[in-house]
């Protein structure tokens, strides 16, 4: 992923190239400091010459960058000082492609120090210490690049992160780098530095951009497909690293989690906006697969209600995935009786044009997983007002209810519609909703430029079963686990918390009509089972989310940045949980491969009303 904006491309300058020596060579700028490589480092985060002129930086130089946005090259002295919080390596950033330049030059180097901050300051991002309108002379060619860097279960602390400095904003910049506590200490210590891992378990896919994550600590929260969990804000998983290719990306394995870089991924380890620490390798192990399958569900029996969540990121009749969609949902899933899709786009995708109905989507859909042997399914659903609920402009996303009517009926209670909310009433003794489908308090600010949860009552063998399919704020805007600032601001919460609110408040108002009512609350909740998200919903056990019936190394349901996670989940009511009659199954369909077909993987409940 590029690391350097356009912007900034227009604003540096390139040093003229005297191709004939392979040398530029240039008086060293007046009023610089001659120092070495550790010196411009520090032991802090951020350079103590930052913004400063330094003169003739001796390095051998370890990787050139051709491609992409941020083209230069790196420089490491063989000459280490004794101090390991100092890094031998810095990126010298040329902006357009480097010249005269090569592995394994003996380099002197003259330019400014910079404080790149991938992604920009609000970001929140660590800086890459970098030198910046370099001008170059090298002095010889051939030499040996320095030994890589070993990053493995022995080097690699178990502790994340130092909590940052609270007179700083929570900043951890001007803290003295601890390398042997702290995972973050370690890579900046070794940032802009030839590093390298051995054997390395994938914990991520590789993805359209050509890069994969992968762990050094074999053990780490490993789920028995390979996948590396994250348990707790708390833990965080510190074995985790990004891969890169320095040469071509068609080059790039293509791997899924599980699989292995067997032998030696080594290259200058960088830092960018999409991932943090990254090895930009120029040598890169030999893939070995270990085989992962899909996942396949039991079918429901006769007596058990089946009920799913899938998210089928931005689905509109232009895509080309309807087919495989079908097939997960018939031969993954195995036809549940109810399912609620997330990201169902208008008839006709993302074009501004004020078209909200869904029906063709869904009608595509519902016709694909019968060519596949599935149920005729029907459906239920409230277009949105235009522009409303956020996601992709002009998708006009939305949840969705399908039901096989041969196995589930549909209460249908006219006058629900965008903006009408959604009640409680008493019906013969039994909680019912005032419209259905319907939504619940869409008006609400916490549902602003946000999906807004449908609401839907069914009939299985004669029990009601209230369902509220949702889709939650992203966590966009969240700073990244590998921030400057420690522990890392998750502003996007707050939002869920108020979503997370209205819709535990909504099912106080069911049970509070009736107590044993059986209550589904699905979707992509877009946070953790131990967020304070999932709290809210659960309330004083108005709600539990099921998958924390199963082993804390299988719940997770999406894969992001090498950390195998739950964003969707299914709650239920104290009458569905009541004596465990009840089985819950991540189906691992999509998350962990590199050719998915959403980023989410879907998740069944079954149980006996």
């Not at 780098?177 to 370690?186: I, V």
Request: charged fraction near 20%.
């Amino acid at each position: 992923m590029p690391s350097k904006s356009s912007a900034r491309l227009a604003a540096l300058t390139v040093a003229a190239v005297c191709s004939a020596a392979s040398t530029v060579v240039l008086t060293s700028p007046a009023h610089a400091d001659a120092v070495r490589v550790h010196d411009i480092q520090g032991t802090t985060r951020t350079s103590p010459y930052a913004g400063r002129q330094v003169a003739d930086v001796t390095g051998i130089v370890t990787g050139v960058r051709t491609y992409g946005s941020s083209r230069g090259f790196w420089i490491q002295d063989p000459e280490a000082d004794a101090d390991p919080a100092t890094s031998e390596g810095v990126f010298v950033f040329t902006g357009s492609t480097p010249k005269g330049v090569a592995v394994g030059d003996l380099v002197k180097v003259s330019g400014t120090v910079t404080e790149f901050v991938p992604g920009g300051a609000a970001s929140g991002n660590q800086a890459v210490t970098e030198i910046t309108k370099p001008v170059t002379t090298v002095v010889s060619s051939g030499n040996a690049v320095p030994a890589a860097v070993v990053l493995d279960d022995g080097s690699v602390p178990d502790a994340y992160a130092p909590e940052g400095d609270p007179a700083a904003g929570g900043s951890v910049n001007g803290l003295a780098l601890k390398p042997s506590s702290y995972a973050l200490d370690l890579y900046e210590s070794v940032e802009g530095m030839n590093v390298q891992v051995a054997d390395a378990r994938v914990v991520g896919a590789t993805d359209p951009y050509t890069e994969l994550w992968v762990t050094v600590k074999p053990q780490e929260r490993d789920s028995r497909r390979g996948a590396t969990v994250y348990g707790s804000y708390a833990t965080q998983n510190s074995g985790r690293i990004q891969v890169q290719s320095l040469g071509k990306p068609a080059d790039f394995p293509v791997a899924n989690v599980g699989d292995t870089l067997a032998g030696v991924t080594a290259g200058p380890l960088d830092y960018n906006q999409f991932g943090g620490y990254t090895l930009i390798a120029d040598r890169l192990g030999t893939l070995e697969s270990a085989g992962l399958e899909r996942e396949t569900t039991r079918r429901q029996r006769s007596g058990e209600l089946a009920v799913a969540t899938y998210n089928v990121e931005n689905l509109d009749p232009s895509d080309t995935s309807f087919d495989a969609h079908a097939s997960a949902i018939v031969n993954n899933l195995k036809s549940p009786d109810i399912v609620s899709l997330e990201e169902i786009q208008d008839n006709n995708g993302a074009v501004k044009d004020g078209t909200v109905a869904a029906d063709q989507t869904v009608r595509k859909l519902i016709d694909a997983i019968v060519a596949a042997g599935g149920p005729a399914y029907d459906w239920r659903s409230i277009d949105p007002v235009d522009l409303a609920d956020g996601g992709e402009p002009g998708g006009n996303i939305r949840q969705v209810f399908l039901f096989n009517p041969r196995r589930v009926s549909f209460t249908d209670r006219a006058g629900g519609d965008a903006t009408t909310a959604a009640g409680v009433t008493e019906v013969r003794g039994k909680a019912a909703l005032t419209v259905s489908p319907g939504r619940i308090d869409p008006a609400n600010a916490a549902w602003a430029n946000s999906r807004k949860p449908l609401a839907g009552e069914f009939v299985f063998r004669g029990r009601t079963v209230i369902v509220v399919a949702n889709h939650f704020n992203s966590k966009g805007g969240d700073q990244g686990l590998t921030s400057q600032f420690q522990p890392p601001a998750r502003s996007s919460e707050t939002q869920r918390h108020a979503q997370a609110t209205v819709v535990n408040t909504f099912v106080k108002d069911v049970l509070a009509v009736q107590r044993n009512a059986d209550v589904v609350v699905l979707g992509d909740i877009n946070d953790f089972e131990f967020s304070g998200t999932a709290k809210i919903l659960e309330g004083d056990g108005e709600l539990w989310s099921a998958i924390k019936s199963l082993p804390r190394t299988e719940r997770y349901s999406y894969v992001y940045q090498g950390n195998a996670q739950t964003l969707d989940q299914i709650l239920v009511s104290p009458s569905v949980r009541r004596g465990c009659a009840f089985e819950y199954d991540s189906v691992h369909i999509n998350a962990e491969f590199n050719d998915q077909i959403s980023d989410h993987d879907p998740q069944v409940l079954r149980f006996y009303p």
